[in-house]
């Protein structure tokens, strides 16, 4: 079964490379890091539906593809070596995912360090056009997969990539300043790098980051 490695996925050595190569390819994940967590600190600061918001949102999803595509190659299908969640499960993983938040929104807005920072989140969602907002939210997920887990854990040698990974997308959204959305990229970066490291490709995390996003931005009870 995919849920052993899963939950205790094997490692995922990066191939070694030339040092020409490998000084390229660490140059342009780090820059690309730096510039779209500006971006994305930029997007979430000003008025959502704004023309700056919607040219910031597809702006910084364009630096995440962009700088992955250009950093190193991202394996996008599952390994068939590996036995990872299919898309199905995939899938279920966002719901489930979506379910805990649920519950655990319904407690943190008891709690004064939190519930300043979800209404600040969830008030920008709902003070736009929904449409506008889920299209810019599910094109920035689909760009975070690709470049942090698809081309960052090749871009740097470091002896965890998916740790540093996860690591550097907790950084990038603390960049937003906003509590909730640190404690949420803590927990589903979590989940997204099991299921790279179990499936082999960035397929997997994708389609769980945009089921969890459209249920977070559509279903969550306000």
């Keep these: 079964m995919w849920l052993p490695s899963l939950l205790a996925p094997p ?13 390229r390819r660490a ?5 690309t890091f730096v510039a ?3 971006l994305l600190s930029f997007t979430l600061h000003v008025r959502q539906g704004s023309t700056a918001f919607v040219v910031l949102g597809v702006t910084t999803a364009a630096a995440w593809i962009v ?21 199905a499960q995939a899938v279920g993983i966002g719901v489930v995912s979506f379910a805990a938040f649920a519950a655990a929104y319904q407690a943190a807005k008891h709690l004064p360090v939190l519930s300043g920072a979800l209404h600040s989140v969830l008030g920008k969602a709902d003070a736009a056009p929904r449409p506008v907002v889920l299209v810019i939210t599910l094109l920035n997920g689909l760009a975070e997969e690709v470049f942090f887990r698809g081309a960052l854990p090749a871009g740097l040698a470091v002896r965890r990539p998916a740790v540093m990974a996860g690591l550097l997308y907790v950084a990038a959204t603390a960049a937003t300043g906003n509590l909730a ?19 082999g490709g960035v397929l997997a995390p994708i389609v769980t980051h945009l089921t969890w996003s459209t249920l977070m931005l559509l279903a969550l009870p306000r």
């Design 27 to 31: 140059t342009i994940t780090l820059g």
């Design 67 to 87: 700088g992955a595509l250009a950093a190193a190659p991202v394996p996008l299908l599952p390994d068939r070596t590996r036995i990872g969640p299919t898309l």
């Design 36 to 38: 779209g967590s500006v």
């Design 181 to 199: 959305l640190v404690i949420a990229a803590v927990v589903m970066g979590t989940v997204f790098g099991r299921e790279r490291l179990a499936s």
């Design 11 to 23: 490692p995922s050595p990066v191939p070694p490379v030339a040092r020409p190569v490998a000084r």
